[in-house]
């Protein structure tokens, strides 16, 4: 049926039309930058294509999902599990006080910043703060801290470890951003002892008790200025916990916001101006809140059927879990490759997430699927890094970019499942745009012989270049005259 389309431009041009469309109204509330700096760095890391996301903090002692086992909600990701499973206040107690356990001496950044360059990764985000208000960096503002001297870690000269990642994968060549949650679980200025917590939301009226709202703007502000000047240069603050919003913001057709009870407002304007007077050009990424401040969006663990009419990156784990888990279920090399080139033919960004154990290592199966993702770019990267999305962006198994310039083509083929295998004769389908000047095999010696076809191009070798038995996917370069 597709095929056939595509031999039917004006069938095609219909489909592709019904379908872009659909995609692009889901994102008309997008806001761009009015920065000249911001633009820059946001056209710097568009072209990246490729990024390294970490959830680390206490939870990784027990193996489980980040902070939200102690948000009384009763949804699947925060159920209790364990001896204090029972009853909320024990366990909330014992989960806080693994701030006294926690000592991972097997902690190099070195290690992880070597495995995700050769993985072909271009930029980190690192989790300095989740929803539980444990702060991986050394905050003024709280003793709930990697760094406080209940944390037996506090001693070890890297113990700063927002500061030693950040220094290490800058001095790789990577962009680096902050993750920060807005929301702090911990902090008696969002969840005020005074009430029990309700559910994820602040616990009490923001315009009742205005000035116990404002400490909290105030401790969010001075914990993000912290980041800002404290730990060189910073490229992106990646803010989550979008409930924390203003009312005016909140769209209750998403389910999730249905429960926004209370105008959670921290003034954006106020914290992206200080940041960006600290941080000349940062990328602010509040996500899930249309405006000025989502200079891009995040959709997780998915990939748009379409391109989107705006900067765009999928968040996705690599195994199961945001955080370390023993034994995770992680994607294979084919899974992560063909992820990659599916999000980049729709002109996104893949943020490929890894949860650091307790001792401060990845699980060994991590470093294998990195060492994979990276053998195949070596070959078949060209049609990744600073690439832009083509019409028709895919067919079937195929998977298009193109150069900026707009006078290559990349065809990526990916394998139904590790190894690529052509049909005896490949028909790509491609828009007229002149004549091909030739095609070529990304990384291959083995000449491609192809002929024009009313449609696109047509490969006819598929013998010899299924006798290579490339890995995963494999990219037809075709430059045109």
């Not at 193996?63 to 029972?86: F, H, L, M, N």
């Not at 990744?384 to 006078?407: A, C, E, H, L």
């Not at 990526?412 to 028909?427: E, F, H, Q, R, S």
Request: aromatic content about 14%.
């Amino acid at each position: 049926m597709l095929l056939s389309a595509y031999k039917n431009p004006v069938l095609f041009f219909l489909i592709f039309i019904v379908s872009y469309c659909a995609q692009a109204q889901e994102t008309s509330g997008y806001m761009p930058p009015s920065d000249t700096a911001v633009q820059s760095r946001l056209a710097q890391w568009r072209d990246l294509k490729f990024g390294l996301l970490m959830h680390w903090g206490t939870y990784s002692q027990w193996g489980i999902v980040e902070s939200w086992s102690i948000c009384p909600e009763d949804e699947g990701w925060t159920q209790r599990k364990g001896p204090y499973a029972d009853s909320y206040t024990n366990y909330v107690r014992a989960y806080e006080d693994l701030q006294h356990t926690f000592n991972p001496t097997g902690f190099d950044p070195g290690d992880w910043a070597k495995a995700a360059k050769d993985a072909g990764m271009r930029y980190v985000i690192f989790t300095t703060k989740h929803h539980d208000g444990f702060a991986m960096f050394d905050t003024h503002q709280s003793n709930y801290k990697i760094t406080d001297p209940s944390t037996p870690f506090s001693k070890d000269p890297r113990a700063n470890v927002t500061r030693t990642i950040f220094d290490t994968f800058r001095n790789q060549g990577f962009m680096t951003g902050a993750y920060f949650s807005k929301a702090d679980w911990h902090s008696p200025y969002y969840w005020w002892p005074y009430f029990p917590p309700k559910d994820r939301h602040v616990n009490y009226d923001p315009a009742k008790y205005p000035d116990r709202w404002q400490q909290f703007k105030d401790y969010t502000y001075n914990q993000i200025e912290e980041l800002m000047t404290g730990y060189g240069k910073v490229d992106i603050l990646w803010l989550d916990a979008g409930w924390v919003r203003p009312n005016a913001a909140s769209d209750s057709v998403k389910g999730w916001q249905e429960t926004i009870r209370y105008n959670e407002d921290i003034d954006m304007p106020r914290i992206a101006g200080m940041a960006r007077k600290h941080q000349p050009g940062l990328i602010v990424v509040d996500r899930d809140v249309p405006g000025p401040y989502e200079n891009y969006t995040t959709p997780e663990q998915q990939v748009p059927g379409a391109p989107l009419d705006h900067p765009w990156e999928t968040c996705m784990t690599m195994g199961d879990s945001w955080s370390y888990v023993p034994h995770d279920n992680y994607k294979s090399v084919t899974q992560i490759v063909q992820l990659l080139v599916k999000i980049v033919s729709r002109g996104g960004n893949l943020l490929l997430n890894v949860g650091p154990g307790p001792d401060g290592k990845w699980d060994p199966v991590v470093y294998d699927r990195l060492k994979g993702v990276g053998d195949w770019m070596k070959n078949n990267s060209v049609g990744i890094y600073g690439s832009r999305p083509v019409w028709p962006f895919s067919s079937g198994n195929m998977f298009y970019t193109q150069s900026k310039d707009g006078n290559r083509i990349y065809v990526y083929v990916l394998a139904d499942i590790d190894t690529v295998k052509l049909p005896a004769i490949l028909d790509i389908p491609l828009v007229s745009r002149g004549k091909v000047k030739r095609v070529t095999l990304a990384g291959q010696q083995t000449k491609v012989g192809w002929h024009a076809t009313s449609f696109g191009i047509q490969v006819v070798n598929t013998t010899d270049i299924n006798a290579l038995k490339l890995q995963h996917a494999l990219c037809f370069v075709i430059d045109y005259k």
